[in-house]
């Protein structure tokens, strides 16, 4: 089983320009989760998604976008990349999000924008 | 606000017991999860806690008391392996995960 993977591994970015960073589950989880780890903080959500068809802001979500057109993709986009950016990229999901469901990571995306 | 607080770094000799504290001060309580998280790779569950009490899974325990706002995860039998970091998190009210910055664990031979 793949459970969840990312793509890409990394990526230089010019700052200015847009990316889409993807993520795939294979594990029919309800719940979808996007995170930003950088040094010396915890991890910080983004944006996260219940079930497919709705999405949410998390604590950190200026310049990022994503959707959750259905069940298994979960792709995040930034429009308009900002040094500040710079950060590894953690995409996870559960099967729902309450009780002892816990979150299952994928390998990360590590984004420099310069 | 929310805070989740976790002690930077911990050194710890191979075959030794070493517990890693967690506090906490969050807008509601609906759980706290431990992960461990090797260097460059993903976090990956460890345990999960929700009533008051200690719950063991190997040579890994958590403690959790909501009274007072703090948890320790408590490694045995130390294995080299177990060099990583440990991130604590709490599950808030609206069932969201806060997350402390991690403790990492240095094992010494």
């Known amino acids: 089983t793949a459970g969840i993977t990312q793509a890409p591994t990394s990526q230089i970015l010019a700052a200015g320009r847009s990316m889409t960073l993807r993520c795939t589950q294979d594990m029919r989880h309800n719940a979808m989760y996007w995170y930003r780890q950088d040094l010396g903080l915890g991890l910080r959500l983004i944006h996260y998604?219940?079930?497919?068809?709705?999405?949410g802001k998390g604590e950190v979500p200026d310049g990022y976008s994503v959707s959750r057109a259905n069940t298994d993709d979960f792709p995040l986009t930034l429009a308009s990349a900002v040094p500040s950016q710079t950060s590894v990229y953690f995409c996870a999901s559960s099967l729902a999000t309450g009780s002892a469901n816990e979150q299952f990571f994928g390998p990360g995306t590590r984004l420099t924008v310069l | 606000g929310q805070n989740i607080d976790q002690p930077t770094e911990m050194t710890a000799t191979e075959g030794a017991i070493v517990q890693i504290n967690c506090t906490y001060q969050?807008?509601?309580?609906?759980?706290l999860f431990w992960y461990q998280q090797h260097a460059g790779e993903a976090p990956t569950f460890l345990s999960y806690n929700v009533l008051d009490g200690l719950e063991e899974k190997g040579r890994f325990s958590s403690f959790l008391s909501r009274s007072k706002g703090y948890s320790y995860l408590l490694l045995k039998e130390l294995q080299m392996k177990d060099s990583a970091s440990y991130l604590c998190a709490v599950r808030d009210s609206n069932y969201q995960l806060i997350w402390g910055a991690g403790t990492k664990l240095i094992i010494k031979p």
């Open positions: 998604s219940n079930t497919a068809g709705t999405t």
């Open positions: 969050t807008s509601g309580f609906n759980g």
